[in-house]
């Protein structure tokens, strides 16, 4: 249980293009999930929560004009990188939140590796 | 605000032998604490968390870690390593009770194993 996917797993584009990049929850409903971005040989930053039927909230420094967010449903939230630029090219995780009461696990996608040429 | 710490980069085991990871975090109350791992290129796979009750942790694929509170310390161990064990290993810590459920993550150790 708790298999959260991604799609798509890589995605080559053009600077100036936009890209969508999905996180779905396969057994599990997640009223929050959280995306992260990862640059190589280094940790996990948050870049935003994501509250089903409300909106992202972004960490400081994050462009939330860049990074759209949308948490349409209790099993999918997508991020679309608008105007995509080299220095957009990351690895991209989302993780989903369950609830067990008072406690909370993150369960990870296998992230998305953009290239932005 | 609330920040882990993983103080090796890089730890090379041979196979078969015992495994500690150290993982210290900083925080002024009881923080919910994980272990995950994560092999190239893929996401991150949960291995064990705390939250409250038993300091011995243990999790999947025969690892275990020991909350000391004293210490501010979540070490992960495994007592014989096996190949298939060498990735990054992220210790992570989560604040309850301020509706923050964001995890803040340390800096990774990666895992060599020597045949």
């Known amino acids: 249980g708790a298999v959260v996917s991604q799609h798509p797993s890589w995605v080559i584009c053009k600077s100036g293009t936009s890209v969508k990049i999905e996180c779905r929850s396969l057994?599990?409903?997640?009223?929050?999930m959280f995306w992260y971005r990862q640059f190589p040989k280094q940790s996990l930053m948050l870049m935003a929560t994501?509250?089903?039927?409300?909106?992202?909230?972004?960490e400081q420094g994050v462009e939330k004009d860049k990074f759209l967010i949308n948490h349409a449903s209790l099993t999918l939230s997508t991020l679309t990188v608008t105007s995509a630029h080299p220095e957009d090219s990351s690895f991209y995780i989302c993780?989903?939140?369950?609830?067990?009461?008072?406690?909370?696990?993150?369960?990870f996608g296998p992230g998305t590796r953009l290239t932005v040429l | 605000a609330q920040s882990v710490t993983q103080p090796d980069i890089h730890i090379t085991v041979s196979e078969g032998a015992s495994l500690e990871l150290r993982c210290n975090y900083s925080?002024?109350?009881?923080?919910?604490l994980f272990w995950y791992v994560q092999s190239p290129g893929q996401g991150l796979q949960l291995l064990l968390k705390?939250?409250?009750?038993?300091?011995l942790v243990q999790g999947i694929k025969g690892f275990e870690a020991e909350f000391k509170r004293s210490q501010s310390s979540f070490n992960l161990r495994k007592p014989s390593v096996h190949w298939s064990d060498a990735a990054e290993y992220f210790c992570?810590?989560?604040?309850?009770?301020?509706?923050?459920?964001?995890?803040?993550f340390g800096s990774g150790t990666r895992l060599q194993v020597q045949p």
């Open positions: 993780s989903a939140v369950t609830s067990g009461g008072r406690t909370d696990t993150q369960y």
């Open positions: 057994d599990f409903q997640a009223t929050t």
């Open positions: 994501s509250n089903e039927g409300s909106k992202a909230t972004y």
């Open positions: 925080y002024g109350a009881t923080p919910y």
């Open positions: 705390y939250f409250s009750g038993d300091t």
């Open positions: 992570a810590v989560g604040v309850a009770g301020t509706g923050r459920r964001a995890l803040t």
